[in-house]
């Protein structure tokens, strides 16, 4: 069945029950994206489908999560292109609402706020932006639940129980700030929704997939690569369980003129809190998390690594 197109919460809501009623559908996926779709994207829909019966993607571009006019105005729109990408991966419904269909009244007056672990590494970097992220993503979720439609939406919850569809939300693990901040407020805020994470998918080269990465030049792209070799070498000795000598890697990366580190560290996987020791030289034990963050040429991007010894 083609993937059908909608623009209005109220038509998602139909098409959603409808579906599910139509497949007596047990579980509904969600993949929130902002559109500019690529493999990355793909795997995030194709996890999704594999694991529900019924699956909706989002593409919105979110003005509150935009710190500079620019950037938004130049973030590319793809619409036909994605849709024929979450098509070929056997996505049900794509929800691609206007600006005014999420904010009818304007910018909201009431957000969601990232608070202190919203405030460190990229929200450091980009004031505000989490807080926007956030908002935008509680309101999909609510548009999301599967059968919301139907008289008895109230009733939904994870997990399928009581023979009720289980609801399930991806997200990538590239953007690892966001995935912690997502999975704190679907548990702060109780949100009857699960949480499902799907990892990085990068070129064969090593770069991280990023709808940013088409801004940059053979050169750039090039330069970029020094991201990945920098967190790969830190996955190296932490599986040697040898110390992480933070320093050298930074080092590696300072040495590629193109590149503009932001930050690089090594933290805590839930609370990303920097590790007390920062395993440069105590070898390391445990679980991390690598962070990293830096502008190539005019374009700024973001890549982690899970660590474990």
């Given amino acids: 069945m083609a993937t059908q197109v909608v623009r209005t919460a109220a038509e998602l809501r139909e098409a959603s029950a409808r579906l599910l009623a139509g497949k007596e559908g047990r579980s509904q996926g969600l993949v929130p994206t902002m559109g500019a779709l690529h493999e990355g994207h793909a795997r995030l829909a194709r996890t999704a489908v594999e694991q529900n019966d019924v699956v909706v993607a989002s593409i919105f571009v979110n003005p509150l999560q935009f710190g500079d006019a620019v950037d938004l105005d130049r973030y590319p729109r793809t619409l036909e292109a994605d849709v024929a990408l979450l098509e070929a991966q056997g996505v049900d419904l794509v929800f691609a609402p206007s600006v005014e269909e999420v904010y009818p009244d304007g910018e909201p007056l009431v957000r969601v706020t990232a608070g202190s672990l919203g405030e460190k590494w990229e929200g450091a970097s980009r004031p505000g932006h989490f807080d926007g992220a956030l908002t935008v993503v509680a309101k999909l979720l609510h548009y999301g639940l599967p059968g919301a439609g139907l008289p008895s939406a109230g009733a939904f919850v994870t997990g399928g129980g009581a023979g009720l569809p289980a609801y399930r939300a991806y997200f990538g693990q590239k953007d690892a700030q966001q995935l912690a901040l997502v999975r704190r407020m679907v548990a702060d805020l109780s949100f009857p929704v699960d949480i499902v ?113």
């Fill in 197 to 309: 994470a799907v990892p990085t998918v990068r070129s064969e080269e090593g770069l991280a997939l990023s709808s940013r990465n088409r801004f940059l030049s053979d050169e750039e792209r090039e330069a970029a690569l020094v991201l990945s070799r920098a967190l790969r070498l830190l996955e190296e000795r932490a599986q040697a369980h040898e110390p992480l000598d933070l320093d050298s890697a930074q080092a590696l990366v300072a040495s590629q003129p193109l590149v503009e580190l932001d930050y690089f560290d090594v933290v805590d996987p839930r609370t990303l809190e920097p590790l007390a020791e920062n395993c440069r030289k105590v070898p390391f034990r445990g679980e991390g998390l690598a962070l990293i963050a830096a502008k190539v040429g005019p374009v700024r991007l973001i890549d982690n690594a899970p660590l474990s010894s």
